[in-house]
């Protein structure tokens, strides 16, 4: 029931057409790990600078995330990314990005963080990612997002990384980026068709597409899911959308630990998803999920449903 | 139970990663039609030349379409559209438009065509759907199709349009450059709130954006629905998909002529629009379509739905 969440932490300074944040509480491990805490017990390994606030530890810690492997670098300073969004929020520009203490980051796990029976590998070097991947060899599910930038620079290590997970959570894009297929189908089946890593048990199993605004999509051996997105009519700020998503389905697989990854656990995990990074977007940065009850994930729920099915009444068509 | 439709009748040449045609049979009334026809008798008002081929003509009325409003322009020549769409088929370019008939077509439309209980004006310039619209004052139902040019060019018309329909099916980034709104639910709700236009008996009470690839929402004053679209591996050709997707929604409503307008009703409608398009793009122009069976689309629809649902498991969450 404990999940491991590698990557970044940060301060991220955004602009959207509906305000801006300066330094907010941001990256991939946190927004990741505010998501999962609905589930189980995170643990956090990323490092920060020696900027990094009290406030900000205690905002990630307060949802009972252990925070012991988050390592204060000294003399070391902050990630940072500032970016500004469109008009429609769908295209974003980098404005700034100081790595700071990520760039010699070296994830250390305490015996604790190894322990835990479900892991994260948010968007980090693909190297760290098998570093990490191999420490916890008895997961027993591993799930890994990672960004174009190390489909372009890293890939053969990518490969690998991707080789050694059951499921890869990517942008719809940069799964076709990464295959070479245009058709999303076909580029989630190539995945499922590469061989397991050297010393790796198995390979991946389960492809999530993430499509932003219009949803999101699952693609294993067997079948085929797609959600769209929660209808919002306020949308405020993306940033941290795509691992609160992750957030909210791995930590639905980790409470459910002694159920198979039947596609019935991997619908409802992909729902929770959605509904968590619903509400990650309707406020800046971590802000709306830091105050989240589990009666409105459970109510969204709901909703989610309500506004996705329909029934299939029999008709007589001609011809 | 009987559809009229006024819209292009058109010859395309079209290239895709996949291959090419030279001068198929395509244009809007044309994919509409042939894909309504599985719901009801469609009526196709529209302009070609004297180019134009008895065996395409045939190809549409094959499936039972009244084609006596074709109206065959002497020393005319059929409109014709050449395109080239990239890689992963959501961008096109054109090439080439020959507007021919279609530059001063005025919609003649018989007693048949005017005695129709559901209207499809597709994408044509808004006053003729305008004039077409009042010479069926008593239809039930009737729907509306436009694009960017005309958003830009003849907005003043096109909305006066909008009011006179009961619903609007636009791609979802017409439906912004419509509204200058960048959220889709509050693009949506604006036109559902715009006053009927003079003369009309109601305005629009159903929003339906187009996505692409993604699927399609369905926004009423009361409900929203979104539906993603059918997976498929094989894409061939979108040319065409959104005409026939409104043939499918349009022509589901029509095969329903006592029941009310309900969110039941539509989102059946929708599930059948989303299956007939997907049929439309597995091969070039009306290909697919001309060999379809009522037996496909039902089988479609079931698997559609296979696709789309979840449970929703309780759970306990923390916090």
Redesign the interface.
Known sequence: MSITVVGSIAYDTVKT?FGERERMLGGAAVHFALAA????EVRVVGPVGEDFGEAELETISR??VDVSDVERVSGGKTFFWRGEYG???NSRETLDTQLGVFEDFQPKLSESSRSSDVLFLANIQPDLQREVRAQLPDARFVALDSMNMWIEDARDSLVQAIGSVDCVILNDAEL?QLTGK?????AA?EVLSWEPSPGARRGPSVIVAK?G???A?LVTRE???????Y?????IDPTGAGDTFAGGLVG?IA?HPDQELSD?LL??A???ATVLASFNVEEFGTERIERL??GE??AR??EL?A?????????????
Chains 1, 2 share one sequence.
């Open positions: 057409p805490s609905f589930f189980g949802r009972g008009w429609d929020l076709r245009p058709n999303l189908v076909s089946r499509q605004e219009y949803g999509a079948s085929f899911f797609a959600l769209p997105a209808p919002l009519e306020t949308v639905y409470a019935e619908r409802r992909m729902a929770h009850t589990g994930i459970v729920m709901e449903r506004v996705t099915q329909f029934s299939g009444a029999p008709l007589q068509l001609r011809g």
